[in-house]
């Protein structure tokens, strides 16, 4: 069991972003009779995947979709692959984008360096 403080060093979330997510019900941890939150390692494999859905770019509105289709168990598995391919177009998408932007950067250097070495064989 981790407390909120320890989990939060663990997923390299601060306090009010875990409490955030709870309010959101992305996180659902156990209550001590303290009323204390206790996160298990289930929480912590959970909260992983939550923070790669993140760096995918996934909005927290569909990680809350996500989630709650989780919660409802196996029946729900065709609507989360929907989720994760609309997000996979998305990537996919911004992919495309940026290996555009690569490309018009190696013709510039292309045409550089191009300029360098006729000017370097009209100095000889």
């Known amino acids: 069991m981790y407390k909120i403080h320890q989990f939060s ?3 390299g979330l ?3 972003t875990l409490r955030y997510y709870e ?3 992305i996180l659902k941890p156990a209550r001590s009779k303290n009323n204390y939150r206790e996160f298990t390692d289930y929480d912590l494999n959970w909260m ?3 923070l790669r859905l993140k760096q995918t770019g996934m909005s927290l509105e569909n990680i809350c979709r996500y989630s709650c289709l989780r919660e ?3 029946q729900t598995i065709e609507e989360r692959i929907k989720l994760l391919d609309e997000q996979q177009r998305l990537l996919n998408k911004e992919f495309l ?3 555009k932007q690569l490309e018009f950067l190696q013709k510039k ?3 550089y360096n ?3 070495a006729k000017r370097n064989n009209n100095d000889n």
Do not use: N, R, Y
Request: net charge negative; hydrophobic share 40%.
């Open 14 to 16: 601060s306090v009010p």
């Open 23 to 25: 309010d959101m019900g």
């Open 109 to 111: 250097k292309e045409t």
């Open 9 to 11: 060093k663990l997923t």
């Open 114 to 116: 191009d300029m360098l």
């Open 97 to 99: 984008k940026l290996q």
């Open 72 to 74: 409802q168990g196996d």
């Open 48 to 50: 992983m995947f939550i």
